[in-house]
């Protein structure tokens, strides 16, 4: 099947291939010779490559060439020979025609051509002819419009070709052809815009139902994918240009009641944007944009009770700050969405006294001291957010990069952190703090939407070797993580258990006699395996040392327990029971006996990502049918327990043994999607980003690297080795489980106080994140600077607008790290003041009653242009109420600053 698939493939990419060198060529011979220039780009050197990756700009934002009513639309005119040919023909059909390109071809049809230019090129000549072609000929309009198939065609351009680029292509023709002719007296292009703009509008539910890719579906090819991104430009662009009693002449098109649907559909949306903007919500931000296009023809609805409720609900869509009750708020969380909620709600104070003043109270109150905590100086949240794999770094507080790479180890295997956060704090408990310690550090990595955690907490109450943890000592993370697992094991008894489950394995050394029927077997528990690095090539000569057979003969004979005789006798380590987690320890450490120094072997050292222990295996090297007297049975392991094991973890040291720096590598396996998938991390101390599992051998198995380094003497580049200085430390196996192939859903029991804790954190956390962000700080600008001029009577929000500016720059603005305009806003407070006397008296009654900001600006600020810049502010507001109020401060005489001498 998958043969004929391609053949067919292939002969379809052929035919569109005949079909976009047959349009180009058409195109080429129909422009006016007069109008090849502007022809020039379009058909002669179009490329398709640059338009298809160009960002499409929404209403408000558009380039140059594009203005209202179709002012800079340069459309070239066709010859007259080639409209007598077309004349009478049934050429525009041929043109629809090519929208139906797509019908009955199975996607994997679709995702078998190798390329998906040609279907691009198709769309774009036959538009651009169709374009030019209605340009000079009004009939094309007509016929277009009378067409049974203009419903279709629409919806197919706009909506239903899968192809991003060819929609983007198609929609920049229709509104070209939408457009063209709108400045001439004809009323055909004036119905032709009203007829579009209706047509589409009856596409609004298929756009609101494309809902945007989950994670999930990256995996299928982004090329192939409806959207509705340009079906929604391409609206706003139509209702932009509309005039207003185009649309109250016809039943075509009610503005106001569009206006009411958009806030309902708006209102009703369910929440699908995602807070790190990997999946972001086209139909949410289309609705927006279209609601302010629509707005901008002041329907009745903006200026109603309705207008007013809703100019609520847009406000919420931004700032309605999620809890642990409801995660999702707010609606609107991408970069675009949030950008077009803010135009929308510039759009709907515009002209309207009312809802500016509602606008107004409800951001005044996020400046207000009482509304947040103090903010840092050079504060700017967006440096602080969680990555966006989801994850949460330590901040390494000098030397503590070992305990990093050991809390996210543990933390990533969800069986420990489950235990972690079910264990009970009681008084009778061992290490009651470091439980309590660690249950907040699991909780904030967990639920915290900030970059890292702080971990300072937990070194001061975390003790080692009966010392507390100094911050700036280096320590071996096996050592760490032995003590760590073991404090752990001490706390409860069901923490043990889950401890010995986890990490608890048994090696038995066992001394088999050959001259008699004894054995001897000594049992040892281990939480890790340390693995011999020095001569050895892998992971598997390792552990063939470590359970080598060793025959006692000659000299060395063993002398039995039991019989109390010198036999010969085989000496041979076995691995009795394997943990769930088997943890290996890299001996990367030598003391070399001529320098007496440590040492870091940095040789080349290999370890599979799926292990099989089998062989090394007390069942398998000590064969139950080859046991003797003296084998102890008890606590066998479970026959059907697997020896196969996948690797889960990497922690690597780069330095050497003197010091260095940990850092690791691990897997998901909480995520069902991420752990079938192999996806691994890299948790490098506050920093965690995506890891691509192919490079785990060039990043941990150590060895020798090349690099080429010029010879000046020889004059060529010479080829140059040194030893890697990072390597695999620590490695970590999960033993393969057959029901756990494709991953398990886990859930976590997090205690309510702790979550809570969290939540109140991240509330305040992600407000200041909405505050401090340049969008904001733009719609910030509008409603203080531009928005009042637009309203009946500047003067009469004067006031009012003086105080938000004020409030706004001293409480906020000057404490965030970029702030690129602030001598425009302190050119704009002292305008306000200028021209209000009442802001001024505001101003210095404000700081008399309460010294907070001349404390925070004049004395704890670090930045010396804030503090002169504020200085300068209350210099020039207290001159300009001088002729004033001169008389309630100064004695009669001394406006002049002196006393008259009488």
């Not at 292009?189 to 609101?208: E, H, M, V, Y």
């Not at 995996?219 to 079906?231: M, N, W």
């Not at 929308?344 to 309207?352: D, F, I, N």
């Not at 965030?816 to 009442?838: D, R, V």
Request: glycine letters at 4%; proline letters at 4%.
């Amino acid at each position: 099947m998958g043969k004929y698939v391609c053949v067919f493939s292939f002969c379809l990419q052929w035919q569109l291939d005949c079909l976009a060198c047959l349009l180009k060529l058409i195109c080429q011979f129909a422009v006016d010779p007069a109008d090849l220039d502007l022809a020039y780009h379009d058909v002669f050197s179009w490329s398709g490559l640059a338009d298809s990756q160009r960002k499409r700009a929404w209403p408000g934002k558009s380039r140059k060439s594009t203005g209202e009513h179709g002012k800079g639309l340069h459309i070239p005119r066709l010859t007259e020979v080639f409209l007598s040919l077309v004349q009478s023909t049934n050429l525009i059909q041929r043109l629809i025609n090519v929208a139906y390109t797509y019908d009955n071809l199975a996607h994997r049809v679709l995702k078998a051509q190798s390329d998906h230019r040609s279907r691009h090129e198709v769309t774009h000549y036959s538009m651009w002819l169709l374009v030019s072609w209605a340009h000079c000929s009004s009939t094309v309009k007509s016929s277009l419009a009378d067409s049974d198939h203009l419903h279709d065609w629409l919806k197919k351009l706009t909506l239903l070709v899968p192809e991003p680029a060819v929609r983007h292509e198609a929609c920049n023709g229709l509104y070209k052809l939408s457009l063209s002719g709108l400045e001439g007296g004809e009323s055909i292009n004036r119905s032709f815009l009203l007829l579009a703009a209706s047509t589409l509008l009856k596409f609004l539910p298929d756009a609101q139902a494309l809902k945007p890719l989950r994670v999930e579906d990256y995996e299928e090819d982004p090329l192939l994918r409806t959207g509705c991104k340009e079906y929604f430009w391409l609206l706003c662009k139509l209702i932009d240009n509309i005039h207003v009693k185009d649309a109250s002449q016809t039943t075509l098109l009610d503005l106001d009641a569009l206006a009411r649907h958009l806030a309902d559909c708006i209102r009703s949306r369910e929440i699908l944007d995602q807070q790190d903007g990997n999946i972001e919500d086209d139909g949410l931000t289309g609705l927006l944009r279209l609601a302010t296009s629509v707005l901008k023809h002041k329907p009745p609805f903006k200026f109603s009770r309705e207008g007013q409720e809703f100019l609520r609900d847009v406000h919420n869509l931004l700032f309605l700050l999620p809890s642990l009750a409801d995660r999702a708020q707010p609606k609107c969380k991408s970069h675009s969405a949030r950008a077009a909620a803010y135009d929308l709600l510039v759009e709907m104070v515009k002209g309207s006294v009312e809802n500016y003043r509602l606008l107004h109270n409800w951001v005044m109150s996020q400046h207000m001291q009482s509304s947040h905590a103090p903010y840092k100086w050079d504060y700017w949240p967006h440096d602080d957010v969680r990555a966006e794999c989801r994850f949460v770094g330590l901040t390494n507080l000098g030397a503590t990069c070992y305990m990093a790479s050991t809390i996210q180890q543990l933390y990533m295997i969800p069986e420990a952190r489950q235990a972690v956060f079910t264990a009970k704090y009681s008084e009778e408990i061992k290490h009651k703090t470091t439980l309590l310690e660690l249950q907040k550090m699991f909780t904030y990595l967990m639920e915290s939407e900030r970059k890292a955690y702080n971990p300072r907490p937990f070194c001061k109450t975390y003790t080692m070797d009966k010392q507390p943890l100094n911050t700036g000592e280096q320590k071996d993370m096996t050592e760490f993580f032995t003590d760590l697992i073991t404090k752990i094991e001490e706390m409860s008894q069901e923490l043990k258990n889950t401890v010995k489950t986890l990490f608890g394995g048994v090696i038995t050394n066992n001394v088999v006699s050959l001259d008699c029927d004894h054995v001897s077997q000594t049992a040892e528990e281990f939480y890790t395996v340390r693995c011999q690095v020095a001569d050895m090539k892998n992971i598997y000569e390792s552990l063939d040392e470590v359970t080598i057979k060793d025959t006692l003969e000659g000299d060395n004979m063993y002398t039995c327990s039991q019989c109390g005789k010198k036999v010969r006798a085989e000496k041979r380590a076995c691995f009795k029971k394997l943990p769930r987690i088997l943890s290996f320890n890299t001996m990367r450490y030598t003391f070399n006996m001529v320098t007496m120094m440590k040492e870091k072997v940095n040789t080349h050292f290999s370890f599979p990502l799926r292990l099989d222990m089998t062989p090394y295996t007390e069942d398998f090297l000590m064969g139950k049918g080859e046991r003797k007297e003296g084998f102890r049975d008890e606590g066998e392991p479970n026959v059907n327990e697997s020896y196969e094991y996948d690797l889960i973890g990497v922690t690597v040291h780069t330095g050497t043994a003197d010091g260095g720096h940990y850092y690791s590598f691990i897997r998901d396996i909480v995520n069902p999607h991420a752990y079938k998938n192999n996806k691994w991390y890299l948790f490098n101390d506050a920093e965690v980003k995506p890891f691509d599992s192919a490079q785990l051998a060039s990043e941990c198995f150590g060895g020798e690297m090349t690099t080429k380094t010029y010879d000046s003497v020889t004059d060529k580049f010479m080829d140059f080795s040194f030893e890697k200085t990072h390597s695999a430390y620590m490695l970590f196996y999960k033993r393969v489980e057959l029901e756990e192939e494709n991953g398990k859903d886990f859930s976590f029991d997090v205690s309510p106080d702790l979550l809570e804790w969290i939540w109140h954190d991240n509330m305040q956390f992600l407000q200041d994140k909405n505050i401090f962000e340049h969008t904001y700080f733009g719609f910030m600008w509008q409603l203080c600077s531009s928005i009042p001029s637009t309203l009946p009577d500047p003067k009469a929000v004067s006031l009012m607008t003086a105080k938000l500016s004020t409030s706004f720059v001293l409480e906020t603005f000057i404490h965030s790290k970029e702030k690129p305009t602030m001598l425009q806003w302190i050119e704009l407070l002292t305008k306000q003041f200028n021209n209000s006397q009442a802001a001024c008296e505001w101003f210095l009654d404000r700081m008399a009653d309460d010294n907070w900001w001349p404390m925070q600006i004049l004395i704890k600020c670090p930045n010396q242009i804030v503090r002169q810049m504020f200085q300068r502010l209350c210099i020039h507001v207290i001159q300009r109420l001088r002729p004033v109020h001169a008389h309630l401060y100064l004695q009669p005489g001394m406006e002049d600053g002196y006393v008259s001498a009488e």
